[in-house]
């Protein structure tokens, strides 16, 4: 009996392990809000929501790590993934008062690059996204006030937001 409850907790620590390393929940709640449905104009799932589920499970800050125009910026704390790219920023736009102009809601994200780009270009395309190659995220942030300790490396930057959906409207 008590090997049997040892072996029980083994296989439920080993599975949350392996949930927790490749969170695909959480990926999962961060691509659906960068998903674009044609038929509504509208991405599908809610930046807010997504980047509420990073905050309750530690992987980014309850306060974004700096604010700049209308954008939050959150640096990720805790390894994580975005189609098998290490994911190291979610910045998300959106206006709580009007500060000036321009505001495009909508969600970002920075990774650092792992191998081919061809599942974010091809996710891009689909999803009237824009791909931007060989980013220095710790420039920008850096720019904005917003202190990092992100090393120099290949980045790329994927932003679903409204005027994106708009550029690439077909």
């Known amino acids: 009996m008590h090997h049997a409850a040892f072996l029980g907790l083994f296989a439920v620590a080993l599975c949350s392990g392996v949930a927790a390393a490749g969170n695909p929940d959480l990926e999962d709640g961060l691509m659906k809000a960068m998903k674009f449905d044609k038929a509504s104009e509208k991405r599908i799932g809610s930046s ?34 975005l189609l098998g790219h290490p994911l190291v920023l979610i910045e998300e736009e959106y206006m709580t008062r009007y500060a000036g102009c321009c505001v495009s809601k909508g969600l970002g994200v920075t990774v650092s690059v792992a ?14 996204c824009t791909l931007e190659e060989n980013v220095d995220p710790g420039k920008e942030l850096r720019s904005f006030g917003i202190k990092n300790a992100l090393p120099k490396g290949k980045y790329a930057s994927l932003s679903c937001r409204v005027r994106d959906a708009e550029q690439h409207a077909r």
């Open 48 to 81: 807010g929501k997504a980047i509420q589920a990073y905050m309750k499970a530690g992987y980014v800050n309850q306060r974004p790590n700096g604010r700049a125009d209308y954008t939050d910026y959150y640096l990720l704390n805790k390894p994580a993934t």
């Open 115 to 128: 191998g081919s780009l061809g599942a974010l270009k091809k996710f891009a395309a689909q999803n009237r």
